[in-house]
């Protein structure tokens, strides 16, 4: 019987294809919560606040979620490996990127349709 543990080291930064489907993994839920974001902003402030708090913690977040996907789907590729640790990592201005554009998208989706429904 072989046992070999094997721990990786890679690239973490977004050239990496497998740190890069981590990314897009975690962005989905800050889409989400973006454009809800918005939507709450444009119609209650205390909802929309309540929600961006949700929208910071899970921006502060990704990064840990972001090498926690990335070394699933290492050990999902290939069975002998028991960790994976990434040197670097997607760029720190990312995701707070895509929130705030996610979340002016909700917001002017919100507007418009109010705009257009109500005359």
């Given amino acids: 019987m072989d ?9 973490g930064t977004l050239h990496n294809p497998i740190v890069l489907r ?10 989400i919560v973006a454009i809800l974001t918005g939507h709450d902003l444009a119609s209650s402030a205390t909802r929309g606040k309540r929600r961006g708090m949700a929208l ?16 699933a789907l290492y050990q999902v ?35 418009l349709t109010r705009r257009y429904t109500t005359n």
């Fill in 3 to 11: 046992i070999s543990i094997v721990t990786l080291e890679v690239d």
């Fill in 77 to 111: 590729g290939s069975r002998g490996i028991i960790s994976v640790g990434f040197w670097g990592g997607p760029p720190i201005w990312a995701m707070p990127a895509i929130a705030v554009l996610f979340t002016a998208i909700g917001y002017a989706m919100t507007r």
């Fill in 56 to 71: 910071v913690l899970l921006i502060f977040v990704s990064p840990i979620l972001i090498r926690i996907v990335g070394n």
């Fill in 22 to 31: 981590s990314f897009v993994v975690c962005a989905i839920p800050v889409v």
